[in-house]
């Protein structure tokens, strides 16, 4: 059995949130969101590495969320930088150079256990595994003020949990930012390695708007019933 790890990002400010609390501490249900998303990974392997990577400014305010919610899983605390690649990298200097770690958005609560195993497998067979969903609506492509159709079978939406090899991402994020690495499949791949995809799911969806928490709190009604 390969070790595994998961590195969680949660330190975004949550600004399209309308909100002064960054999302990943508002609650979902009874406790806030961020916890969820930590269960689910800890629900999956009691045994696995867990690192959250938190907002310098709430670190305390989580140490006081933890008390007060008796959070019982243990996790290594890192703090972030003022864009997600910071965030990571930060958070993969403490990771372990062995075995496969998994990268996931603090603000995916709903991930479920057979995405994180479908993930942890493939990566273990094909170095890297990247959740990725069709398109439901129709795309088109802005340029100016004109717009154009494109054909939808030709793009995908790319979730998280993103899972690699661990030693080869440690390695891929030693190099300087570029505004194009929005997830860490860019990373992966500008260090020459070929990213795997896999199947996502459309229930894992990314807390960002005021109405993305009401379908959490709908889903996450749901799957308790
Ligand atoms: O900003 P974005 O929607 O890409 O955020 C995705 C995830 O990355 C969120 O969980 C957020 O907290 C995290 N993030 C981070 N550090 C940043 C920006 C975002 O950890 N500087």
Not at 106 to 111: N, S
Not at 142 to 149: A, D, H, M, T, V
């Amino acid at each position: 059995m390969m070790k595994k790890s998961v590195l969680i990002v949660a330190a975004g400010s949550g600004s399209r949130m309308n909100h002064e609390t960054p999302k990943q501490f508002l609650r979902l249900g009874d406790q806030p969101l961020l916890m969820h998303t930590i269960r689910r990974f800890y629900d999956f392997d009691p045994t696995i590495s867990i690192i959250l990577v938190l907002p310098f400014a709430y670190v305390e305010t989580w140490n006081i969320l933890c008390a007060r919610h008796r959070f019982p899983i243990a996790h290594q605390l890192v703090t972030g930088g003022s864009e997600r690649f910071y965030s990571v990298k930060n958070g993969l200097g403490k990771a372990t150079a062995s075995g496969l770690i998994a990268i996931h958005d603090g603000v995916r609560p709903l991930v479920t256990e057979a995405l994180i195993k479908r993930c942890y497998d493939n990566a273990a067979r094909h170095g890297s595994a990247i959740p990725v969903l069709k398109p439901d609506e129709s795309l088109r492509e802005i340029n100016g003020n004109l717009s154009k159709p494109v054909d939808r079978e030709k793009f995908r939406l790319v979730q998280t949990p993103q899972t690699f090899d661990a030693k080869l991402i440690k390695a891929a994020y030693h190099r300087d930012f570029q505004p194009e690495f929005t997830d860490d499949a860019a990373v992966y791949e500008a260090a020459g390695y070929a990213v795997h995809l896999v199947e996502g799911d459309a229930a894992n969806i990314k807390i960002t708007t005021p109405v993305d928490l009401i379908i959490a709190e709908s889903l996450m009604s749901g799957s308790k019933t």
